[in-house]
């Protein structure tokens, strides 16, 4: 766009210079028309001003051409120029400044415009100033500035000016690297190596398109590599946590065999006492029996002694004095403690071996540094069918519910209820938001679908450590949790405090598809076809929960459930 003024002629011929009719430097029609000694002419009230800026410097200088006046000059009316400038009024026409042409902070003004400035053509070398289109004008009409440089606008020409010797610094040295004017390259810069600047330019643009090239391909290379660095977290944070859930299982399955055999192993041992301590009952039986046997006929004997009638003490001799063959006393070998110590050293030999097992294992399980397998993720499922073979069945945890939502259908639906409903306590319970967790965690490849009311919620994935009091518990509130709210007529999906807007068609229906290791989060509208409504590509570092949120509801009713999908 050109940055100055058009005069049309519309009642007269166009016999009449527009810039002749214009003041430079209020840019508008001449007003009390005055012409300094160089021929150039100015609004009486314009020209005074300026100098009045100049008076104490002592020297005037027109403000186009740059010629100085000592002293300054008287100020006479053009006659002629303010009879023009009438019937150009008179005649209606009017000359007024292109808005667009003003220059804004970014721009370079023009130095010569006062009150508003416009924009800056070019900057002259030799002037040191910076002119807009109007008052350029001079240097490509007059002869006086046809050996003036000008250059694309800049705020600070001078730079391009020698300090020492006041001249344009058209010549680079190339031992010093820097601009130089010709006076420098003919004095201290004489044995340097120095060509013109606008050669060394040339050259230096055909390096730039080179070293763009090798930084561009450089940074893809740099990028591709921090994407399978990102994904080598992923991978690793999955395999180790799939790795900490299996040796858990495997643990517990085989504490549960220990346990198994220390109960088989204490059944056995009571029933060997058992045995021994009925052997033991039964001899005892035995000898009691002898003991009694013996203290009786031992009485009777002595009782006999004491018989002074001879026959009968020979009579009851005879039948006293037959002693009945004592029975072998069996061998009793005390042990006290060393009945079971056979089971004690068997099972002591187990705990060294099982022991010395576990510590092979240990050993086996590289703790050195390896060259780690990125492991790409694979292509996300295009199709519901596709989808569906990752469906997930999800239920919700009881103890995470908001006392103010009640659970049905086997911990798969929530609804907000008007009374509070009496749940345990328990830490992991939100207080604040009508929100719920899952209590399967999800760190692999999964799909789930859930079903609206009309009122409106939040779905979200969250990490189990997400808040559960005040603000940041709320789904999306903060970095643990990833979060599309379902509004009456649109979406809008939420993490960090941050929102994106989605407009799509409405659906009572939201399917989600996960996959952990590769970063990928994605909602859809579900109906007779699908619509992506949000994908998510980062890095999960924890397993996540699936989240459901209930708000906008005046009151009890609104619900949201997990949906079986087969």
Known sequence: MQCFFLVEMTQQQNLMDKKKLCCSICLDLLTDPVTIPCGLSYCKNCIEVHWNEE????????????????????????????????????????????????????????????????????????????????????????????????????KKPQENICSHHGKIMKIFCRTDQQCICILCAMDEHTDHDTVLASAEQGERQGEIATSRQKIQRRIQNREKEMKELQ??????????????????????????????????????????????????????????????????????????????DHAQFLRKYSSLSYLSQSTDSPVINIRHLLYFDDVTAALSEVKDKLQGILSDVL????????????????????????????????????????????????????????????????????????????????????????????????????????SRTGYESGFGNDNKSWALECFTDTYEFRHNRTSTFISAPRSSRIGVYLDHRAGILSFYSVSDTMTLLHRVQTTFTQPLYQGLGIFGSDGSGAAVELIHVV
């Open 55 to 154: 008076d104490q410097k002592e020297i005037h200088s027109c403000p186009q051409c740059r010629q100085t006046f000592t002293p300054r000059p008287a100020l006479v009316k053009n006659s002629m120029l303010a009879d023009l400038v009438e019937e150009l009024e008179r005649t209606g026409l009017q000359a007024a400044p292109a808005d667009l042409c003003y220059a804004g902070p970014a721009d370079v003004a023009c130095d010569v415009c006062t009150g508003r400035k416009l924009k800056a053509v070019k900057s002259c070398l030799q002037c040191l100033v910076s002119y807009c289109e109007l008052h350029l004008q001079p240097h490509y009409e007059s002869p006086v500035f046809e050996k003036h440089k000008l250059v694309d606008p800049c």
């Open 231 to 308: 994904e080598e977290v992923g991978v690793i944070n999955w395999s180790a946590d799939e790795a900490v859930k299996n040796s858990e299982k495997i643990f517990t399955k085989l504490l549960h065999i220990i346990k198994k055999r220390n109960s088989d192993v204490k059944q056995q041992i009571r029933s060997q006492q058992k045995t021994e301590v009925n052997r033991v009952k039964e001899l005892k039986k035995k000898l009691q029996q002898e003991l009694t046997e013996l203290r009786r006929k031992d009485a009777e004997l002595e009782q006999l002694s004491y018989t002074e």
């Open 363 to 466: 050993k086996n399980i590289s703790l050195t540094e390896t060259k780690a397998c990125i492991l790409l993720p694979q292509g996300e499922p295009e199709t519901r069918a596709e989808q569906l073979q990752y469906s997930k069945q999800l239920t919700l945890d009881p103890n995470t519910v908001n006392t103010c939502l009640a659970l049905s259908e086997v911990n798969r639906k929530v609804t907000v209820m008007s009374e509070k409903q009496l749940y345990s306590s328990h830490k992991d319970r939100f207080t604040d938001m009508f929100q719920v967790l899952s209590e399967e965690n999800l760190s692999g490849r999964h799909y789930w679908e859930v079903e609206k009311s009309k009122y409106e919620i939040s779905i979200a994935v969250a990490y189990k450590d997400i």
